[in-house]
C-alpha cells in the first residue's frame, strides 16, 4: 500500500510539472507573438509626402488625399505640398475640384519609413449642361420657335411711351410765339417766388391745365395723333 501511494504522488508531481511546462510555454509564446506584432506595426508605418502639381507644372493647392480607409487625411498647402501617415497595401486617392481622381498603392514589398512623390495631376473635362426640350426632331423646334410671340422689351416700351407723353404734353402748350420762352421763364421764376418755402403743387390739380386740355380735346387737335393713342393704349 505504501508504495503505491509514493508511485501516485511521483505521477501527480510529474502530471503538475508537465501543466507549469505547457503553461509557460504557451504564455512565452504569446508573449513573443505579440512583441512580432508590435514590431511589424510599428515597421510598417510609412511617412508619404511629396507636392502635387497641374498640367502645367504649378503646385497645386487644397488637393485632398485621404487613405480608403479614410482614418488618415490632408490637404495640400499653397505650395502643393502634403504628408500624410500610411501602412503597406494601403490604397490613397488624390482628388479636387476640376481634375481626375488619382489612385496610389503602397507595395507590400516596401521596407522604407519614408516615400516621397511628385504627382502631376490632369484636368478632368466636364461636359456643359444641356437642355432637353420635348421635341422630336430641328423642323418642330423651329416651327415652335416662329410661332413665339415675344414682348417687346419693357424698358424700350416704357421709354416710347414716355416720349409719347412728352409730345403730347408739347401739344397741349401754345404755339409757339415771339415771346413765349420769355413769359415762360418769367412765369416759373414767379411760380418759384410765390410758393417759396412752400411744397409745390402737383401739375395734375391745376385747373387752368385741364382746362387747356379739355379745350384741345373739344377743337380735335388729337384725332389724328397716333403718339397719343400709344402713350395710353395698354
Not at 498640367?55 to 488618415?72: A, S, W
Request: glycine letters at 4%; hydrophobic letters at 40%; a positive charge.
Amino acid at each position: 500500500m505504501k508504495v503505491t501511494k509514493v508511485k501516485e504522488r511521483i505521477n501527480n508531481r510529474r502530471d503538475t510539472s508537465y501543466s507549469g511546462f505547457v503553461w509557460m510555454v504557451l504564455l512565452l509564446s504569446g508573449l513573443l507573438f505579440f512583441s512580432f506584432l508590435n514590431a511589424q506595426e510599428k515597421q510598417s508605418i510609412i511617412n508619404l509626402s511629396g507636392i502635387v502639381r497641374d498640367e502645367h507644372d504649378r503646385p497645386l493647392p487644397y488637393v485632398k488625399v485621404i487613405t480608403k480607409n479614410g482614418k488618415q487625411k490632408d490637404i495640400t498647402n499653397a505650395m502643393g505640398m502634403f504628408s500624410v501617415a500610411v501602412r503597406n497595401a494601403d490604397t490613397i486617392y488624390i482628388y479636387t475640384e476640376g481634375y481626375e481622381k488619382l489612385r496610389l498603392v503602397i507595395r507590400d514589398t516596401v521596407r522604407m519609413n519614408q516615400i516621397c512623390v511628385d504627382i502631376r495631376m490632369n484636368p478632368d473635362t466636364v461636359a456643359e449642361p444641356v437642355a432637353v426640350f420635348p421635341y422630336k426632331t430641328y423642323e418642330e423646334f423651329k416651327d415652335a420657335v416662329l410661332k413665339l410671340k415675344l414682348r417687346e422689351d419693357d424698358d424700350m416700351e416704357r421709354a416710347r411711351r414716355n416720349i409719347a407723353l412728352i409730345k403730347a404734353q408739347i401739344m397741349l402748350n401754345d404755339k409757339a410765339m415771339p415771346g413765349n420762352n420769355f413769359r415762360a421763364v418769367m412765369q416759373e421764376q414767379y411760380e418759384k417766388t410765390y410758393i417759396k418755402g412752400q411744397v409745390m403743387s402737383n401739375p395734375l390739380f391745376n385747373v387752368f391745365s385741364w382746362a387747356k386740355f379739355i379745350e384741345a380735346l373739344k377743337r380735335g387737335d388729337f384725332k389724328n395723333s397716333r403718339d397719343l393713342r400709344d402713350a395710353v393704349t395698354e
